[in-house]
Nanobody, 124 residues
């Protein structure tokens, strides 16, 4: 499956952005989908994930501010980000993990497919 992330940009503190991830090649209905981010000098971390049956996970740092969703008909995954903070600044990546593969959705090494990343910059 090929993934294409978009929607990043520059926004002020408190603003909102909606990231989109377009999948092609395979239907995402059989995949866990995740949004990760990586800030300069830091490890890539899981921000949010959604299972094939729409169970969601959020990192504590984004709970209540970010919402992950999926549209299996359009083969799309979204990350709605509200109340953005400067510490949200990072490159955001979408990723896919087959439900048939081993490993937890929590770990980045469990994901076999990655998009190219989109930059999110939150100014203070």
């Amino acid at each position: 499956v090929q993934l294409q992330a978009s929607g990043g940009g520059l926004v002020q503190t408190g603003g909102s952005l909606r990231l989109s991830c377009a999948a092609s090649g395979r239907a995402i209905s059989s995949y866990y989908m995740g949004w990760f981010r990586q800030a300069p000098g830091k490890e890539r971390e899981l921000v949010a994930a959604i299972s094939s049956d729409d169970m969601t996970y959020y990192a504590d740092s984004v709970k209540g501010r970010f919402t992950i969703s999926r549209d299996n008909v359009k083969n799309m995954v979204y990350l709605q980000m509200n109340s953005l903070k400067p510490e949200d600044t990072a490159v955001y990546y979408c990723a896919a993990k087959s439900i048939y593969s081993s490993g937890s959705y929590y770990y980045k090494f469990s994901y076999g497919y990655w998009g190219q990343g989109t930059q999110v910059t939150v100014s203070s």
